[in-house]
């Protein structure tokens, strides 16, 4: 038969019968992207609902009915093809390249800038070739009248053009990235933003918008590289009649302890003349130096009262003869049972202590000088778990006490932190032995609470590894 001899028969049979198949191909492939939370399911879903069908079309009217290629509808249907072909190469890119990249890689960091231009390109030689292919213009001579138009522009906004230029050339160099840190002479904060005219930088008083341009004319500082050493330098001022050696020892402890410190860091406490220290701490990013800024200070200011510093040469005059005897009276008497002779005698032994919210009381692994009463305030102990972190395992009011192990010479196994400002009597191991030595009973119950403790950072802690707080 001559209908199995023309040439439409199996053009129109090819359509037939593969465009069904292809549809049912994608649609099953767009289930199971969507089933893996893949991107590209809504590129196949165009593919499948608009790219197929619209080929399909034209395959039968073109080769299937004879219509003329060059005919007004084969036209426009090819150049709606061309862009429904465009825009699932744009958003496919995009989807399986950009979106979705994991947080910190290059697809995730790279400026927005550079995203437009790529978009740019692609839409131009798409266009292009639309109308090459199917309308028949001579793109050659539309491209050299933009060229000369270009020039005529450039040089009518040089100036202009050449800041554009030069912020292009920076962002090409890539001094910076999303989430960078920088230091500019305007603003100094977190990049947020990189478009075509200026970066965007978070600071703490809001979006600093600063020129591409201006950035490009002028250092700045890229604070995050290289990563993971970033140095905050405080000073800090104490007396003359102050050792230097003390002082530096109580910054780097104090610093040594905290929550920001670079596990990879060890604070450096140095004096640089006029009774001036500067402390240098690593942190593992500029984040976090208002914050570490901010702890320092508050706990150098206890420290420095304790030790009998004078921090930009105050005086600290809270341990004073009628606060300690109040506390002896009210916290220390009911738990050593103190008659009046022994707190006249403690009296000269004893001093009135504070501590920061958040500051270290006692150290795990240290043996304890004495014993610490909690006047007021609340103190929690702390046993290491597993994985390093801080398992708390109790907490002590007003009237409880630390340094039980000062009396059997063990050292801490547990840490105890001052949950709030904490205001606490400390007595020494020496003045503690005389009176508990004259009291069997009470000494049987400093073991039975020192065994109590010990069982519960047992528990909550890393067995052998941790013990008591004491």
């Known amino acids: 038969m001559k209908i199995f001899e023309a040439a439409w028969f199996y053009w129109a049979l090819t359509v037939a019968a593969g465009l069904p198949v292809l549809i049912v191909i994608l649609t099953e492939l767009q289930r199971w992207l969507r089933r893996r939370g893949s991107y590209l399911a809504r590129q196949v879903g165009l593919l499948r609902n608009y790219v197929a069908p619209l080929g399909a079309l034209l395959l039968l009217l073109v080769n299937a009915s004879g219509v003329p290629a060059h005919g007004t509808l084969v036209r426009i249907l090819n150049t709606v093809f061309g862009f429904l072909v465009l825009v699932l190469l744009l958003s496919g890119l995009n989807a399986a390249v950009f979106v979705g990249a994991p947080q910190g890689s290059w697809r995730k960091r790279l400026p927005v800038i550079f995203l437009d231009v790529a978009r740019f390109v692609l839409i131009g030689a798409g266009l292009a070739a639309i109308l090459a292919y199917v309308w028949g213009v001579r793109v050659g001579g539309v491209f050299t009248a933009l ?118 860091s060890v604070p450096i406490s140095e004096p640089v003349g006029g009774a001036e220290y500067c402390t240098t701490i690593g942190l593992t990013s500029p984040a976090e130096e208002a914050a570490t800024r901010a702890t320092f200070l508050r706990w150098i200011w206890y420290a420095a009262r304790r030790e009998g510093l004078h921090l930009d040469g105050a005086d600290d005059d809270f341990s004073t003869d009628e606060r300690v005897g ?128 010990q069982s519960k950072v047992r528990q909550r802690g890393n067995g052998e590894s941790a013990g008591s707080g004491g």
């Open 326 to 453: 109040d506390a002896l009276q009210t916290v220390v008497k009911p738990v050593l049972r103190l008659n009046e002779t022994d707190q006249q005698s403690l009296l000269s032994h004893a001093r009135m202590v504070r501590y920061g919210a958040g500051e270290i009381v006692e150290y795990a692994g240290q043996v304890p000088a004495g014993m610490t009463f909690v006047v007021s305030g609340r103190v929690q102990l702390a046993a290491m778990g597993y994985d390093g972190s801080a398992v708390p395992v109790t907490t002590l009011d007003e009237g409880a006490f630390l340094g039980l192990t000062a009396l059997t010479r063990q050292p801490n196994l547990a840490s105890a932190y001052a949950l709030d400002e904490v205001t606490a009597l400390e007595i020494g191991r020496e003045y503690i032995e005389h009176l508990v030595m004259r009291q069997p009973l009470l000494l049987q119950d400093f073991g039975h609470i020192l065994e109590e403790r």
């Open 147 to 264: 060229g000369v138009t270009s020039v005529v522009i450039g040089l009518m906004l040089q100036n202009s053009v050449g800041q554009i230029v030069s912020g292009l050339f920076m962002l090409f160099e890539q001094p910076f990235q999303i989430d960078d840190w920088l230091d500019t002479t305007t603003a100094r904060g977190r990049i947020v933003e990189v478009n075509w005219r200026a970066v965007h930088i978070a600071t703490g008083g809001g979006l600093r918008i600063t020129p591409n341009a201006v950035l490009a004319a002028t250092p700045f500082t890229n604070l995050s590289r290289p990563p993971g050493v970033y140095r905050l330098a405080i000073r800090t001022t104490f007396s003359d009649a102050d050792a230097p050696d003390r002082v530096c020892a109580m910054l780097s402890r104090i610093a040594n302890a905290l929550p920001q410190l670079n596990s990879d």
